[in-house]
């Protein structure tokens, strides 16, 4: 394990549904960053926390809310969702932002299925 | 903002020979070029890392160039074996407060037997 959790690991839900994503990491990192993998497109960045402050919204629709309560916690609020948000959500964290190394520690990511 | 090319999408090489994987990126900014490999079903993990300060770096049998001028930077992995089959993403970033890291689109590196 990377230090970095995730859960739950599968979820599957309708458009009108709400649900919450989790991340949670145990290796003393400020920063911490959403992810979007889908088959047909690279990782996206969504979103960035540093010290708990959102530093990025990478034009991410408004039906994905973050939040971040403390630099361990991580959530990511979805509702509303379309077919085409199916995909793996991937948390990762790091350090902080300032430093030159800035090697990210990802979690095992969320299979979300939107029907 | 960076664009970051990775090329090829898909690779597949016999077992013991040399592997390459190609990135360009489009931001001259960009100073650090990390390497992620991504087993099936798994998280991608950083397996090596270059800096703008140095051309190249070697880790075993793995060693990332960079060409600062041309904005490209290469993954080669020698002697592969089979657990060296996965997607490996490029990416670029700078070490600015608040900067973006982009990926390339990955490669997906078969090792045939």
């Known amino acids: 394990e990377t230090g970095v959790t995730q859960t739950p690991r599968h979820l599957v839900m309708g458009m009108t549904n709400k649900k919450s994503l989790k991340c949670e990491q145990h290796?003393?990192?400020?920063?911490m960053y959403w992810y979007k993998q889908s088959a047909k497109k690279p990782l996206e960045l969504m979103f960035v926390?540093?010290?708990?402050?959102?530093?990025e919204n990478n034009s991410v629709p408004s039906r994905f809310s973050p939040e971040c309560p403390n630099s361990s916690h991580l959530f990511l609020h979805l509702h509303t969702l379309q077919p085409e948000d199916s995909a793996l959500y991937l948390c990762?964290?790091?350090?902080?932002?300032?430093?030159?190394?800035?090697?990210?520690?990802f979690g095992p990511g969320t299979r979300l299925t939107v029907t | 903002g960076e664009n970051v090319e990775q090329h090829p999408s898909t690779l597949s090489v016999q077992e013991g020979d040399s592997a390459v994987i190609k990135c360009t990126y489009s931001?001259?900014?960009?100073?650090?070029f990390p390497w992620y490999k991504q087993e099936l079903g798994k998280r991608p993990q950083l397996i090596i890392d270059?800096?703008?300060?140095?051309g190249e770096k070697k880790d075993q049998r793995i060693a990332v160039t960079l060409n600062k001028t041309a904005k490209h930077f290469s993954l080669h992995i020698t002697e592969t074996q089979p657990e060296d089959s996965a997607v490996y993403f490029c990416?670029?970033?700078?070490?600015?407060?608040?900067?973006?890291?982009?990926f390339g689109k990955g490669t997906r590196l078969h090792i045939l037997p």
């Open positions: 990762a964290s790091s350090p902080t932002l300032d430093r030159v190394a800035y090697e990210q520690y």
């Open positions: 290796l003393g990192h400020n920063a």
């Open positions: 926390y540093n010290f708990k402050e959102q530093t």
């Open positions: 931001d001259s900014a960009s100073n650090y």
């Open positions: 270059i800096r703008s300060n140095v």
């Open positions: 990416a670029a970033s700078t070490d600015l407060r608040d900067d973006k890291i982009i």
